[in-house]
């Protein structure tokens, strides 16, 4: 490992170990883990099948009901707020939205966004609306997984949030009445322009993500007309690690969706997801299927799949998730959508399924997002060129006091910390 990202691992180690021990439950299920790895290093492989469903059996026998279950939550929302870097909170700061090239279709408008997250730091994604909104509007997080590195401008059609995939499942809920903004994961997209592809290799992207993905919510409940009591998240693989991730720590979000991420044993591969001490601390441990157990009991929608690590949800994952519901009496609150033919991606019949949840829970109309036969219609959805989505252009250059390197990101966070 280079030295600047031992050097970023140390400091949020030391963050980490220097903050006070809270009062409450604390728990680490030693004879069931191997030990860490190194700091800095992402969790890929870290824990077996076995061990994780043993993780969670372990989990329910010492949380058996809903006040130790609290209990044990409050602790580890904490946990992972310090591991992430962001505790305490860093002060909020202008964000200094810049909303642009606005485009109407069928139903719906979509323009190109920037946000100043924090001072020199720049969130890039897509806004989109529906034209006729009939009262308050839903709105929406709409995060995306890792995409490879972009080498030509054409590779950019089929790159994370400019993906066919993702401009559906925006446009589908846009023209269903919700406000959705598409962002990009730090360094992918627009971001790959200010920062370049590998400066995702660093523990910081984790910090960054969800510091980012908090004031996205801020930027869309600042809108007029939208609904606070309506606040929704979906993504994929990475995506979906941002989605349970920010669902744990931010209780504005009142429905969340995880597709193809919800394991008792993989933690994701990447520094984004597990190279900072979320996951294990001296007092704490939490799997990803227990992460996900902190939306309870907001409504939630586990998507899994028969070709990865979310093979066994129906069998490991989804009873737990069940059981934390029952101690608040909201089984009804918790789905598993499992396509055991398919594998990892965020393909039609997945989209399809949270689109449905979605309508059901917002209490949308439907109808708006159906063919004549019933089934979920993406047709009317215009999919765009990459050019089109772009942030960054001619007429709107990457901004003169932006910042280059994660490192000075995660230094401006720590500053608004003090």
């Known amino acids: ?245 920010l669902t744990a720590l931010d209780s504005r979000v009142t429905l969340s969706v995880p597709v193809v991420m919800v394991s008792s044993y993989f933690f994701g591969g990447c520094f984004c997801e597990s190279a900072l001490p979320i996951h294990r601390s001296a007092d704490h441990f939490v799997n990803n299927a227990m992460i996900a157990a902190l939306a309870a009991p907001r409504p939630q929608l586990v998507i899994s799949d028969g070709k990865d690590w979310t093979k066994d949800v129906p069998r490991v994952e989804f009873p737990f998730l069940q059981q934390i519901y029952s101690y608040y009496g909201e089984e009804k609150e918790i789905s598993n959508v499992h396509l055991a033919d398919e594998g990892h991606d965020y393909g039609p019949s997945k989209r399809a399924a949270m689109i449905t949840f979605v309508g059901e829970k917002f209490g949308l109309d439907l109808r708006l997002a159906k063919d004549a036969s019933g089934a979920i219609d993406e047709s009317k959805v215009t999919i765009e060129h990459a050019d089109q989505l772009h942030v960054f252009d001619s007429k709107f250059p990457i901004p003169a006091h932006a910042l280059h390197d994660a490192k000075s990101v995660a230094d401006v966070i720590r500053k608004l910390q003090e």
């Open 1 to 245: 490992m280079n030295l600047k990202l031992t050097s970023l691992a140390s400091v949020f180690g030391m963050l980490l170990s220097h903050s006070a021990l809270t009062e409450g439950v604390h728990w680490v299920p030693e004879s069931l883990l191997p030990p860490p790895p190194p700091a800095g290093t992402p969790l890929a492989g870290y824990l077996s099948v076995e061990q994780g469903q043993a993780i969670l059996e372990a989990a329910l026998k010492q949380f058996p009901n809903p006040e130790s279950w609290d209990a044990y939550a409050k602790h580890a929302r904490q946990r992972i707020q310090e591991g992430a870097g962001l505790s305490p909170w860093p002060k909020r700061t202008p964000l200094n939205p810049v909303v642009r090239n606005r485009r109407t279709y069928d139903g719906y408008t979509v323009e190109n966004v920037i946000l100043e997250s924090v001072p020199g730091h720049f969130i890039t994604g897509n806004l989109y609306r529906p034209l006729n909104p009939t009262g308050p509007c839903p709105v929406f997080l709409s995060t995306h997984g890792h995409s490879k590195g972009v080498k030509s401008p054409e590779d950019y059609d089929d790159h994370a949030r400019f993906a066919p995939g993702m401009q559906a499942r925006c446009g589908t809920l846009a023209r269903m009445g919700v406000i959705v903004l598409s962002l990009d994961m730090f360094a992918h997209g627009d971001s790959i322009q200010v920062f370049g592809y590998a400066a995702h290799k660093n523990p910081a992207a984790l910090t960054i993500q969800l510091w980012n993905a908090i004031r996205a919510v801020d930027y869309l409940l600042s809108l007029e007309g939208v609904d606070p009591k309506r606040v929704g998240v979906s993504g994929e693989s990475g995506g979906g690690t941002q989605s349970f991730l």
